[in-house]
């Protein structure tokens, strides 16, 4: 089966980091593109990151930059965001999103393979 599985979300404080993962299982995927989206209580889901797994470029929402890293270990078929200084406003579901060719993309619509979502809550 074909598909991608976030782990890593939790509880922490302000300031505080979280490491998330998104593991592809069914298929390689050294030649896609990985996004991180968010969805807050509320809100729509908004893009965070993507990465290409091919030549390891990559693309951030201007609010998570500095704070945000995006890497992959191909060895793992795996794909990491850690993030680091959180914020209470960060508080959501996480979810990582898969699409062929290393063009990198944002929006939802761009991306055909999703995650089940991880949720991560930031205390203040």
């Known amino acids: 089966e074909v598909q991608l599985v976030e782990s890593g979300g939790g509880l922490v404080q302000t300031g505080g980091s979280l490491r998330l993962s998104c593991t592809a299982s069914?298929?390689?995927?050294?030649?896609?593109?990985i996004g991180w989206f968010r969805q807050a209580p509320g809100k729509e889901r908004e893009g965070v990151s993507c990465i290409s797994t091919s030549d390891g470029s990559t693309f951030w929402l201007d609010s998570v930059k500095g704070r945000f890293t995006i890497f992959s270990d191909d060895a793992k078929n795996t794909v990491y965001l850690q993030m680091n200084s959180l914020k209470p406003e960060e508080t959501a579901v996480y979810y990582c999103?898969?699409?062929?060719?290393?063009?990198?993309?944002?929006?939802?619509?761009?991306?055909?393979?999703w995650g089940q979502g991880t949720q991560v809550t930031v205390s203040s």
């Open positions: 069914g298929f390689i995927f050294d030649d896609y593109a």
């Open positions: 999103a898969g699409k062929r060719g290393k063009e990198l993309a944002f929006l939802e619509g761009d991306f055909g393979l």
